[in-house]
């Protein structure tokens, strides 16, 4: 088997594993809409403290060794995980076990967001943030809009001073 390196901006569908190779952050920020990445990357750039993130495509953590490779090397030394699941637990059952089980051990929180505006018990159910954070991470991302990034990425900043 072999790895190939993940390519910024591009969707591969096929089941081949990637290699993120990203170095740890405080935050990993995983969805699969790229406008979403783009988004959070472009304000980001523009605030005076931004969040130490790593932004990371789902598109790119489908294949197993993909997931197990990411835990390792960027997730295991983070202080707050939030995954947008666009399809609920069955559509990325393996990485939600595998992300669940290693932050619940090390004591890291888990976000799991559904990916639009319809609520998702059992994601809700599998995150360990308390629900007025869960609420408003889900509020800023659902309204959109960089002004509303720009609330995300200051209220995650709020949540790990606390």
């Known amino acids: 088997m072999h790895l190939l390196a993940a390519k910024p901006g591009s969707i591969d569908e096929d089941t081949e594993p990637y290699d993120l190779n990203q170095c740890p952050g405080d935050v990993i920020f995983i969805s699969s809409a790229d406008s979403e990445l783009t988004a959070i990357s472009e304000v980001r750039s523009e605030m005076d403290s931004p969040p130490d993130i790593r932004l990371a495509s789902l598109n790119h953590l489908q294949h197993p060794l993909s997931i197990d490779l990411h835990l390792n090397q960027t997730v295991s030394s ?85």
Not at 101 to 114: D, F, S, T
């Open 78 to 162: 983070s202080k707050l995980v939030i995954v947008r699941v666009l399809g609920g637990v069955g559509y990325w059952q393996y990485g939600i076990e595998q992300y669940s089980y290693l932050l619940k051990e090390n004591c890291i929180p888990l976000v799991l967001l559904p990916g639009d505006d319809k609520p998702d018990p059992e994601l809700r159910r599998l995150s360990t943030i308390e629900d007025e954070h869960y609420d408003a991470l889900w509020s800023y991302l659902v309204e959109g809009g960089l002004t509303n990034i720009r609330y995300f990425l200051e209220y995650t900043n709020s949540i790990l001073k606390k």
